[in-house]
């Protein structure tokens, strides 16, 4: 541990498995006090288990980021455990790589409700308690399907393309109270995430990725670090694209 995340307090949503996993593990190695939320209860309360096993700081708390009430009670759980909010990594999501034509008005607005709503109220009810800590980092998970068109996911990519804007107009507002956000795009990780993509829809993207893999939960998780970190001190509004140059082309 090298302590670049000492003395802060990182509320993560979506934080069971994958990178959202992944970056509550290495914020913690990290010195900060992590809040893991997410509605798979019994696998984030084991990577609490793990954090805690290696001599870390974390807690789980029930998130389902559609409902606000939820939003609420993680943030006050959160400041009630570890005294304020320093860090939101607002990742939960959920994937479909279905075209206009074949997405139901019933999977559009559940598509939206996650992944749009979900991190609208992340911001909504984590940056008071942030100005009340005098300042913080927000990092809103995109993807590279937030930047660049795909021939499906028609939802999907419509929210991660408003998380990137809702991340700049966020961004300039709240500068003066010292709060930076930022977005995160990761292009192909190799998470839980991807179980629902047919394999030679992953195949024919790793053609299409210069460094001809995919990445890793622990990739994201290192540039999460640097913008949770005061290292970036000087970064909001900003994208950064994990996505092994995929979107260079």
Avoid at 143 to 155: E, M, R, Y
Wanted: with cysteine.
């Amino acid at each position: 541990m090298s302590g670049r995340m000492t003395g802060k307090v990182a509320l993560i949503s979506g934080g069971a498995r994958g990178q959202g996993a992944a970056v509550g593990r290495l914020l913690a190695r990290e010195g900060a006090d992590v809040v893991l939320g997410d509605v798979r209860d019994s696998e984030g309360q084991e990577v609490v288990r793990e954090i805690a096993a290696a001599g870390g700081s974390a807690m789980y708390v029930h998130l389902d980021v559609r409902k606000e009430t939820d939003w609420q009670s993680a943030v006050e759980v959160t400041v009630s455990r570890f005294g304020k909010v320093n860090v939101l990594y607002n990742n939960a999501g959920i994937l479909s790589l279905d075209g206009v034509l074949e997405t139901s008005l019933e999977a559009w607005n559940e598509i939206v409700s996650v992944n749009q709503t979900g991190v609208f109220l992340g911001l909504k009810h984590t940056i008071p308690a942030m100005i009340k800590a005098g300042g913080g980092s927000i990092i809103n998970v995109s993807s590279i399907l937030g930047l660049v068109g795909f021939g499906g996911g028609s939802a999907y990519q419509s929210t991660k393309g408003a998380i990137r804007i809702l991340t700049k107009q966020t961004a300039v507002q709240f500068a003066s109270q010292n709060i930076r956000i930022n977005s995160i795009h990761p292009g192909m990780i190799s998470t839980p995430f991807l179980d629902t993509v047919a394999p030679e829809v992953l195949q024919s993207v790793r053609q299409m990725t210069p460094m001809g893999r995919e990445g890793t939960a622990e990739e994201v998780a290192n540039c999460a670090l640097f913008l949770a970190s005061d290292e970036s001190s000087f970064v909001t509004g900003a994208e950064l694209v994990v996505d092994g140059g995929y979107t260079t082309q």
